[in-house]
Structure formats: C-alpha cells, structure tokens
C-alpha cells in the first residue's frame, strides 16, 4: 500500500514510459539514478537500456523487495536513502569513476522534494548530466515558462540559470495508483555547458531576484520597496537606467539576461570605488 506521507503515487500507465525513456536517450554507456523507484516498473525498463542503475529509495519495505520484484539485475544497485540527502556531487563523480560517460536522473518524483531535488542536482558542480523527471504539472510550467509568461517566476530563473528545459508531456491521475488530485508532467533538463550570465556573485542575483518576483504583478521598483536586504529605491533607479530597463516593466517580463544587468548594474554602483 502506498503511503501519502511519503508522496507515493505509483506510475501504472506503462504508455507513459516510451516518452520518459525517449527523452531520457539512455545508452549502456550511462549511468542513471532513480529517485523513488516504487514497485520498479520505471526501474525495469531503464535496467534495459543503462549500463547501471542506482535507485534511491527511503521506503525500507520497497527497498527490499525491489530486486525481488525485477528479478536479479546485474546492473541494478538499490540504497536505502532519503533523496534530499544526496551529495550530487560526489554520488555522479562516483558514478563516473566506474566508467559511466554521462550521469542521468530519470524519475517519477515525489512531489514534496520535486522542486528543491531538481535544482540541487544541476546546481552540484558536475553533477548529472541529464534530468528527466514526472513532476506536478505546474511546476512543469514553471519550470519551462518564458519571460512574458504567467508561470515564469523566480525558479524558473534559477532552473534556467543551470539547465534548458523541454515540456515533454501531459500525465492524468488516473495513469497512477493511487491518483494524485492533480495532473503530472514529465520535463527534460539538459545541464548547461555554462550559465547563459556570468555573475560576480550568484546568491546576492537568485536572493534580488526572488525578491524582484515577490508581488509578480508590480512593477520592478514597486517590488523591490521596503524588501529586506535590499538597497534603497534610488540606488535601483540608477541602477535600472544603467541596465537599460524600464522601471515601469514587471519582473515577469525580464529575461535572465535583463536581470543580470540590473543586478550588475547596482553592485557596481554601490562599490566604493565606482
């Protein structure tokens, strides 16, 4: 039986596999990391095509009956975790130190980790090459929006900071055991070779531009009044006439790149020696 606690809403609907194993474009020459394998129908097809899968599994009851469910997989390695524990880093240099060319996540995710998990595996420095994950349908959305649309928000610059996302398709409850209240997607991520910015200091651009996105519907300045840690409004106006940016635009409406030259724009002028 499945147990809500842990977000476990079983894939049922083997139809779904095909996109999930085309996007995914496994070879033997992979290595791919599972988080939630569940009762292993995913697992299954992906021990097919991989060279080696390593399923990540925090259930002690599904974890133990994993291998016994698919039969004896050679190439099949199961551990008892908690997926929000990972060392993404060291779990893909480890990976890659056997052989494996590319590090890929491929998972049905729960979705209470789904956000956070995502962002940590493409934010580890050579960390996985490749994710392809079933997620809540608006995350999905935010996850692939543009600038201009009403899903992108301050994940989606921070996703899209690390990796290029593709919506791949549309999942319905009733593909799962049990149905979730909403509907799923599945979302391909491919790591950036390099971010589309360079920045002198990432954390003070993701904290500016979650604040920037706080009230989505005001305009940059208005936003950014009276938000904690951030500097005064007539240093943002200069900083915004710098950039080129129309202090009247919405957040919604910067490009990654827009957002860059702002941020850039202000830590410049608030250096002593500008």
Known sequence: MAKPRLGQHFL???????????????????AVVE????????????????????????DERLANHLHERLGLKKNLEVRLQDARRVNWEETAAGLRARG??????????????????VIHALAAPQGCDRLVVMVQDEVARRMCAVP???????????????????YIVKVPPQAFNPPPKVSSAVVRIDRRPAPPV?????????????????????????????SAGVPGQADWDRALEKAGIDF???PETLSIEELANIVSALQAHNRPDV
């Open 198 to 226: 360079v920045l002198s200091d990432p954390d003070a651009f993701f904290f500016i531009v979650h604040a920037m996105f706080t009230h989505r519907r005001k305009t940059v300045r208005r936003c950014l009044q009276g």
């Open 148 to 166: 201009g649309g009403k899903d992108f928000s301050a994940y989606s610059v921070a996703l899209q900071y690390y990796g290029v996302p593709s």
């Open 248 to 250: 009247r635009r919405r």
């Open 12 to 30: 049922a609907d083997t139809s779904f596999l095909t996109p999930i194993l085309d996007a995914a474009e496994i070879t033997p020459q992979d």
């Open 100 to 117: 494996f060319a590319q590090v890929k996540l491929v998972s049905n995710l729960p979705y209470y980790l789904a956000t956070q998990m």
């Open 35 to 58: 988080v939630g394998p569940g009762k292993g129908i995913l697992t299954k097809a992906l021990c097919a095509q991989a060279g080696h899968v390593l399923a990540l599994e925090l």
